[in-house]
């Protein structure tokens, strides 16, 4: 700022040459259109100065031109011809005859400034032009007396401020003042005759001078020439003026500095409080901001804790009726899909009341949750257990491969439930559950009238005594009911020998020979009467009964094969049915190496049969007992083949022999393209692998006859010779052969 007020000094005296310049430039100009004017109204007068019609134009021009006090025109002598106003003065007249008798130089142009006498003081306002225009004939023309009123002309450059000390000064080529204006104000001429200072500012047009003038004081000038005039405008001023003004525009820029940074200072404390406020804002904006995140979060929490109170039960933590409801509907869905099968559980505590009434609801709610921790216990991940409310539980069981699956989980669920309480009260609670099951779709496809047909299966359980579970199905409860009943009475059918060993033959689909016989146990309860393998099997299976059933079988087996070796019956060999859970037991092998010894056969006349899906759960102990079978010469078949899901590749790492194609493909072989094409399929197979097919239950010459195209090796089957007992299938192996008739339909 202040460098920049330095710098201003400097240029103060080029700024005011360029100032003065333009101002003395307006004047100039203006004064160059006044003599333009003047020329006209001599070029007027000088074509014809007695015309009436020039007279009057020039009259009438000066009407409007105010510059102008009168025009005069004279005759080349001096004689005054015309004049616009009264009769001119004796100075005038006295300055045309000096301007007459004056020789000039022959220019195109003759303006001269007349001059006014000191006498004359009063018309020191009133400036004489003499202008003569070219001849147009032969001789000097007349010329023009014009005055000019000072006045009037300097009323253009009143506005024009220069200062206190500020001149505009219009002076003639002799040195001669004929103008002063100071201060917008016309001073009176003054004549400081300089004529060497003019006559340079004459040749230089322009120019700037600094000397020594009145008061000694330093003037700063600048000069303008009027064009094609003895005329010259000087402008100008005093240099302490010019440096005064200068400070003060310096103290403008201090002032201007002062305020700037005032300025500086308060916009900076008001850009300090904006910030703060700026601050403020933002904090109270995050503020706000966190306390809507807060707010969401908190809404969301409500919102899960509203959903979660809407959904679970509170006390046990379980889903409640309503959720399960909308869970077992995806189940639907998609058992619907995949053509799924699942099991709805109806699960009821016995005899609740009473403790809730003896203990208090205290001890009754804390029974609930040990209640509802153990039966999450005993489900599957994918299975839903839910609260309906008091001491009722609903499960969903998804993914059921049998009623018998479900029927485990439900005797699971019993004895789980029905283990005491400790720990609630002093004694301890003991409490057992009835349970009730419906099935997807076997029961009904709607989850409501699944879990009313489970309820009201629960309350049959609940008539049967108890602690026990129930199906909606009818039949089911029937099959339940032997089950029990043959759970109940297996242990004694062996000490009892209330089962035999009957045998069913195997024939080659070459010649009907007997290739071999397989044992079936038959169980005849005094009773129950003849039980069928197929409801007792799988009892025995699950009560473990069916190891003991094995071995009674084996033994049995090799028992038949010495009396008929004894009796000189030819032998053929002999398969057993062999449950995957009795091949797991680790005695197997040493029992029918054992047996087969003491009974003095060879081991090729003892033969076993394992399920497909008995297959499922082989381990490598599984296929080394297996293996060492074979090596005896005991020989493996898989049994039931196709309906299990292990493919023949699965077979390959098995001491495999033979194949039996399961009953189902061989009964529709002659109308199901499918079965067909399944079952010549597995034939094809099963040779490329070197294995025998058998196919099991052929009932008609015309499955016979497809099997034989398809190149099936063995049948098996009621067409032959149903299951019988030892003595009748003896005659059967003495003819080594199926007599036709006997297996005619
Ligand atoms: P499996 O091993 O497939 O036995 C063949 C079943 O088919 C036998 O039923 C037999 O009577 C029946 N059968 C044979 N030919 C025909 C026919 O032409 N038509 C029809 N409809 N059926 C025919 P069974 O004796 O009731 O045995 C059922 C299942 O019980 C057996 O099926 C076998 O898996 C199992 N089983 C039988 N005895 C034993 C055994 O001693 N131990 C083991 N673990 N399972 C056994
Ligand atoms: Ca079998
Ligand atoms: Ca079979």
């Known amino acids: 700022m202040l460098n920049r007020a330095d710098d201003d000094s400097a240029r103060v005296t080029r700024d005011a040459s360029i100032n003065h310049g333009n101002v003395a430039h307006a004047v100039s100009n203006h004064t160059s259109q006044l003599l333009e004017r003047l020329r006209f109204y001599g070029q007027v007068l000088a074509a014809d100065p007695d015309n009436k019609t020039s007279i009057n134009l020039t009259r009438s021009a000066l009407m409007l031109d105010k510059s102008f006090l009168r025009l005069m025109y004279f005759d080349a002598a001096g004689r005054l011809i015309h004049s616009s106003g009264r009769k001119p003065e004796p100075w005038l007249l006295d300055a045309a005859r ?16 007349g001059k006014v006498p000191l006498a004359e003081y009063a018309h020191a306002w009133n400036l004489p032009i003499i202008y003569q225009p070219e001849s147009a004939g032969e001789g000097d023309s007349g010329f023009l007396l014009a005055l000019v009123d000072l006045g009037h002309f300097s009323q253009r450059f009143e506005e024009i401020s220069l200062g206190k000390s500020g001149e505009i000064v219009l002076v003639a080529s002799d040195g001669s003042e004929l103008l002063r204006m100071h201060e917008g104000r016309l001073d009176s001429v003054w004549n400081i005759a300089d004529t060497e200072r003019f006559q340079l500012a004459f040749a230089e047009k322009t120019g700037l001078v600094t000397e020594p003038a009145r008061n000694k004081l330093l003037r700063l000038y600048s000069y303008r020439c009027v064009p094609s005039s003895p005329l010259a405008v000087l402008v100008s001023r005093t240099r302490d003026d010019e440096l005064l003004e200068n400070q003060a525009i310096r103290r403008g820029y201090f002032g201007s500095a002062l305020l700037l940074t005032v300025l500086m200072i308060f916009l900076t404390g008001l850009w300090m409080l904006s910030a703060h406020r700026r601050r403020v804002l933002i904090r109270s904006l995050t503020k706000a901001q966190e306390n809507n995140t807060q707010l969401i979060k908190q809404v969301e929490k409500e919102k899960d804790v509203a959903y979660h109170l809407a959904t679970y039960d509170q006390l046990t933590g379980l889903p409640n009726r309503r959720l399960f409801a909308e869970l077992a509907s995806r189940y639907v869905m998609r058992a619907r899909r995949i053509r799924g099968r699942f099991a709805v559980m109806f699960i009821d505590l016995d005899r609740f009341k009473p403790i809730n009434d003896t203990y208090g609801h205290k001890t009754g709610d804390q029974l609930l949750i040990d209640v509802s ?8 991940e994918a299975d839903v257990v839910s609260r309906h409310g008091g001491d009722e539980f609903v ?19 019993i004895e789980s439930l029905s283990q005491p309480y400790v720990g ?19 029961d009904a496809e709607e989850i409501d009238t699944l879990i009313r ?30 089950s029990n009943q043959i759970e109940a009475a297996l242990p004694a059918a062996f000490s009892n020998r209330e089962i035999q060993v009957h045998y069913q033959p195997k024939v080659s689909l ?64 002999v398969a057993v049915n062999v449950s995957s859970r009795q091949l797991h037991s680790p005695n197997l092998f040493d029992f ?31 296929i080394d007992v297996l293996h060492k079978l074979d090596a005896l010469g005991i020989h493996l078949a898989i049994d039931d083949f196709g309906t299990g899901y292990s493919g023949l590749s699965h077979l390959r790492a098995m001491p495999v022999r ?42 008609t010459h015309e499955q016979v006859a497809h099997l034989k195209a398809a190149r099936c090796d063995q049948a098996q089957g009621y067409l032959f010779s149903r299951p019988c007992e030892a003595a009748a299938v003896e005659k059967l192996l003495v003819l080594k052969q199926i007599p036709l008739t006997m297996g005619e339909e």
């Open 373 to 380: 921790q153990r039966l999450k216990d005993c489900m599957r």
């Open 510 to 573: 070459r010649d009907f020979s007997i290739t071999g016989l397989e044992a079936l146990a038959r169980w005849n309860h005094p009773q129950l009467g003849a039980v069928s393998p197929a409801d007792f099997i799988p009892v025995a299976e699950e009560c473990g009964a069916i190891i003991e059933l094995g071995e009674y079988v084996i033994a049995e087996v090799c028992r038949q094969l010495e009396a008929w070796t004894l009796a000189g019956v030819p032998l053929v060999p």
């Open 658 to 699: 033979y194949l039996k194609i399961d009953r189902c493909f061989i009964k529709d072989i002659r109308n199901d393209n499918n079965d067909a094409a399944i079952v010549s399929n597995t034939i094809s197979l099963s040779h490329s692998l070197k294995l025998l097919t058998i196919a099991e239950g052929v009932e």
């Open 592 to 622: 029918i190496a054992g047996t087969l010894e003491r009974h003095g056969i060879a081991p090729h006349f003892l033969q076993i049969e394992i399920t497909e899906t008995g297959l499922i759960n082989a381990d490598s102990g599984f």
């Open 395 to 413: 499960a969903l069981l998804s993914d059921l491969r049998s009623t018998q699956d479900a029927a485990m989980i439900a005797e699971k669920i």
């Open 453 to 482: 047909q489970a309820d009201t299966a629960m309350y049959q359980a609940k008539e049967r005594g108890r602690a026990t579970f129930a199906f909606a199905d009818p039949a089911l409860n029937r099959r339940l009911d032997l």
């Open 98 to 113: 000096d301007f007459a008798a004056t020789t000039r130089p022959d220019s195109s142009e003759r303006l001269s400034i």
């Open 424 to 442: 609630l009260v002093d004694a301890e609670i003991r409490v057992t559950p009835s349970v009730g099951i419906s099935f997807f779709p076997d």
